[in-house]
Each structure stands twice: as C-alpha cells, then as structure tokens.
C-alpha cells in the first residue's frame, strides 16, 4: 500500500460557532514567485510496494 502521509498542506485553522459549525479563521495559500522550489520528502512506510523508496512534495519555497 502506498505512503498516506501528508505535510501541513493545505491546513486551516477552524473554530465551533457554538452550533457545530465550523468558521475557518486562516487560510494558508500557496505562494509563487519567480524562483519558486519544492523540496521532495522521503515517505516511505512498512507497506511501499516492491519495497521501493517513496518520496512527497515538501513545502515550496516561493524563492525571491
């Protein structure tokens, strides 16, 4: 089974109105620039197939 792991991607920060409804309060976004990058992570688990290397999309670093 492939990796199911996940980085803080697209990750909000959510509150209870008091009635079970959630209000999201910040929204991360995704920033690009003009020498943008992203760092692929190793995420391999006990169960990759073939026992081959997994890897992820890191965080992206919007450059300058």
């Given at each position: 089974m492939p990796t199911q792991a996940k980085l803080g991607y697209?990750?909000?920060l959510q509150?209870?109105?008091g009635?079970?409804?959630f209000?999201?309060?910040i929204e991360i976004f995704r920033?690009?620039?003009p020498s943008s990058k992203v760092d692929m992570k190793d995420a391999t688990?006990?169960?990759s197939p073939?026992?081959?290397k997994e890897i992820i999309p890191g965080?992206?670093?919007p450059g300058q």
């Open positions: 697209q990750t909000f509150r209870d109105d009635t079970g409804t209000n999201t309060i920033l690009a620039g688990n006990m169960s073939s026992q081959t965080m992206e670093d």
